[in-house]
């Protein structure tokens, strides 16, 4: 178990078949999961994973036995419905035992549904959307104005843009310059309903991101070559940063990607099987 | 019951005539101490020119945006920073009540979040602006310490009192000048009654500026008649201090409660539900009814109409001491007990 510090290759070359194959046990953690007692958010959680194994193996400066750590970089999910990607992050990362994953739900343990800080590693509780952009202008105002130099880093649903309080954070953000804060999109355009477009329309996303004073870039969500080197870079001097991670729903189960029907899902032992098979199969 | 003194030195405030004016007096007084003290405005007017003036690095205004307010003073709170957020009792306690209830009250982070214009107190504004329900709000939160002042003094005691509790606190402030209570040095503990009258016949329990009014003059009214009233001040409704009701129920006739607040689940409903479990005795509301205040008129005038008023508290003691089963509050607006 690592117990490092910053990140394992901070200024290196990325290794994108070693990230590849920790997002595979997340994935895999994922599906058990689905096949536990009570299901889980599958889709949302298969289209964050990169992104997570990204910032909690490249990115981010985390000490897995000290999760309180004053000078960590913070990390809010805000689409707190991918508790499973997250605590199976957190556990590969080393900050609780692997074996603990299989608690999830259970009235015994303390992985709740969606996210609560009594799990290490967890900052905030989430779930109910709109609120993690808030929380991340605070940690980022906070720490600016003690003179930290903790960076902050929140994940976003993209249906969750929907929800009017990410854009009153969205304008705090940027009236207060926070050049700490990097905002993440999983933007697999899928939301209950369907497209993203369809029920709700989004686009045009990044000209809405630079009208409230953000910078923009975008990046491949499942492609570690991109996704890292864009995590890394810290938003330019002046104001935060959104990077859009086009992303897709289910990624890595064929017959559950793009596919609304994979938001929430309870596997059954034949459905687990299926889905744990075609997994690894496109591994 | 008992009280103790707060420890420190008295108050050195000056003397404000509104509880507004001694709340920010005092936020400066402790953010001027203590570096830790922050200030979350929402374009409130008054604080920028006072706080954000003299210490801009405690000071935040998050703009027209309450609920992004409260969040962001959950995760700077996480941080170890103190902060106190102003905006009124209505948004704090509806538009902004899932940000309260999830990022400050389900992390029992330390926000304080100080709602003015609370009860009927923002009157010819209208119900846009009035919080008639924010006690019963926001004492179904887990975690949450819940206090009304009766006056500037008290207010300037309960505000040093808040700064440093562990988890989150509510305060519920009211709009307009009010007329002292209390002289300066009286005692002040979060969760303790105060007597401010005693007497063997009937209890008046109430909180907040005008309620406190409404019960001392109804006091003496009653005491011309020879009818002789306790009159506590529960400026803390969570945690309520069961001590003081269950001797109240038990050396008195019965409770009147008496609120800038409806008639359901606040001070009255607290009261209410705490002695039926403890001390079963008669229990009389003074509240506003169970209805939205329609009429234009000043904050007493709004408030008689409502249900509000020396007479009622009068009334509704008389009817505690004469034991009438028919006597009721009723929940309709503009009825009396």
Redesign the interface.
Known sequence: MTVETVARSPEGAVDPAALSRTALAVREHVLAIGAGAVGTHIGGSLSAADILVALYFEVLRVRPQEPRWSGRDYFVLSKGHASAALYSTLAERGFFPRSELASYGHPDGRLMAHPT?AVPGV???TG?LG?GL??????A???K??GRANRVFVLLGDGELQE??VW??A??AA??RLDNLTAVIDRNRLQINGSTEDRMRLEPLADRWRAFGWQVSHADGHDFAELVPALRTPPAPGGPAVLIADTVKGRGVRHLEHRKQSHFAKLGPDAYERALAALRAAA | MTTTRERGAPARAPAPDSDRAAYRATLLELARADGRVWCLDSDMGGLERQFEAELPGQYVDLGIAEANLITVAAAVASTGVLPFVNTMAAFASARALEQVKIDVAYHALPVRIVGTHSGLSAAHLGPTHHAQQDLAIMRGLPNMTVMTPADPAETVRMVRASAYLPGPVYIRLGRNPTPPVYTDDADFTVGRAVRLRAGGDVTIVAAGALPVRFALDAARRLAAAGIEACVLNMHTIKPLDVAALVEAAETTAGVVTVEDHSVLGGLGGAVAETLAEHRPARVVRVGVGDAFCSRPGSHEEQLAQCGVSRDHVVRAAESVLRGRPDVRISTEQGESP
């Not at chain 1, 808030?134 to 940690?139: I, K, N, Q, T």
């Open positions: 800080p900052e905030f509780a109910s609120h808030s929380l991340a202008v605070g940690l105002l906070a720490a104005r003690a009017g309080t009153e954070a304008m705090s009236h207060y």
